[in-house]
C-alpha cells in the first residue's frame, strides 16, 4: 500500500486504469533503496523519446526544448536498466547509486 506521506507523481495522478500489480509497482517509493540510477550523455542524445517509452513505471520526462532534455523522478526510478537498455545511442549508463555525477 501506498505511504500516507508519499505522493503520486503528476503522471501517475491522471493515471485512471491502472491494474493492482502495476499500480504498486509504480507508486513503491525506491528512491531511499535503488542501487544504482540512470546517468545521460546529453552530447550523444538524440532526444527520441525511446527511454521514456519503456520505462515501466514512467517517470521519466522528455523536455526537447532542453539540452538536458530527460529528467526522472528520483522517488520512483527502479534502477532497472530498461531506459539504458533501450536507448538507441547507448547514451544511458547505470551508476552506482551514491556515485558522483
Ligand atoms: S532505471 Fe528503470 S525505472 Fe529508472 S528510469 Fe530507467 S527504466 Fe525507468
Ligand atoms: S533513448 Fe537515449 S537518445 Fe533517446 S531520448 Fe532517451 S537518452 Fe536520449
Redo the contacts with the bound molecule.
Sequence with gaps: MQNQQEKPTKKLQKCSVLGPVAAIFASANTGSWRLERPE?DFD?????????RYCPPDI?T?DKTKKE??SFDWNYCKGCGI?AN????K??KMVPEGSEA
Design positions: 545521460v550523444q542524445c538524440i532526444k527520441c523519446g525511446t527511454c521514456a521519466i522528455i532534455c530527460v531506459c533501450e536507448c538507441p545511442k547514451c544511458i
